[in-house]
């Protein structure tokens, strides 16, 4: 399932793509015609994620959310067949949405920004360059999704 969440849900965009699911974001300034983007998310095949009503009656699929904290849509989300749960291994950039490979070549110096002591595997962006780990976000993603979805069976 890959996505298309606009300015109204933007606090989800982030924890979709660590989930692995292909997400693109609509900034309230690239949102002016509705109807073209409804028609260019039908011929993608996406799925719109938008607090907004008319917006999803324009759309073949979304999902309307009405919640407004980010615990709460992600519940909704959930209940709506939305599978949440981080994948073994990174896959998305929570900045791009870029797909992302992992650093195997060791003569490669990542940027500063990235701990010198990292016992996990380095990963980085195919379309923005960004380096990725499992760190404390992760970490921080996985805690949230844990203690506000229902337990799976």
Known sequence: MD??????????????????YDTEYIEQREAGD???????????????????????????????????????????????GVHLSLPA???????????????????????EYVPTDLDEELYRCRSCGQYFWRGSHWDSVNNRLDSVLPPEE
């Open 3 to 20: 996505f298309t969440v606009d300015t109204m849900c933007g606090r989800l965009v982030s924890y979709l793509r660590f989930c692995g």
């Open 34 to 80: 509705r109807a073209a983007i409804a028609d260019e998310l039908e011929s993608a095949g996406r799925t719109l994620i938008t607090r907004d009503h008319t917006f999803a009656s324009m759309a073949d699929r979304a999902i309307l959310l009405t919640e407004v904290t980010l615990d709460e849509q992600l519940r909704s989300l959930s209940a709506h």
């Open 89 to 111: 291994e990174p896959i998305r950039c929570g900045r791009c949405n870029g797909e992302l490979d992992e650093v195997v070549e060791a003569h490669i110096e990542p940027p």
